[in-house]
């Protein structure tokens, strides 16, 4: 039976459309078009694509590595590295450099620190002077070693030439004095004789 009033149309068993709504009776409501303006509604097929997008989530990648996909619901996880701390602060993530970090090689243009050798390579000469802070090279520490042992072996030589003194020779005989030791000449001429290279006879 089908009822036409003032407020609407009533099928016994079946939808109504009245001033309060429309009733489709646990009907399926058929050949309904897509929907275009916001008050529209919305047929099956455009439900089907909605959950399939909304459905396939979204991708995430490492370095350029296979991709995981993260389905609604899911959790991402981000965890810290060697060297990097990673923190929370509400939907922030706040990844940074660890304030104390360990690293087993160290590259900064042609300087490199490496933690096997336990060498810093790549510098350049440092400046020698008084005031200076710079780092020295290996290089410069062989030329300054090799200039100590320069020297070293100078000072030995000459040491070994003061150490031998010096030698004195009269007419006769001869001696030999030491740096700071004392030599007395004496004459052995009368004060008031007259000297002369033929009357002056030296004995050591």
Known sequence: DTLLSTDGLHITGGPSVTT???NAGNRVISNVGDAVNDTDAVNKRQLDNLSTTVSRGWNIQANGGDTET????DTVNVAQGDNIEVTRAGKTLNIA???KVNFDNVAIGTITLDKDSGKISGLADGALAPDSRDAVTGSQLFSTHKNVSTNSQNIAANKA???SGLNFAGNTGTFNRHLGETTTIRGGLAE???ASNKNIRTVA
């Open 161 to 163: 030439q003061i150490d």
């Open 192 to 194: 008031d004789a007259a």
């Open 20 to 22: 309060g709504g429309i």
């Open 70 to 73: 993260v389905a609604p619901g």
């Open 97 to 99: 450099t660890s304030r």
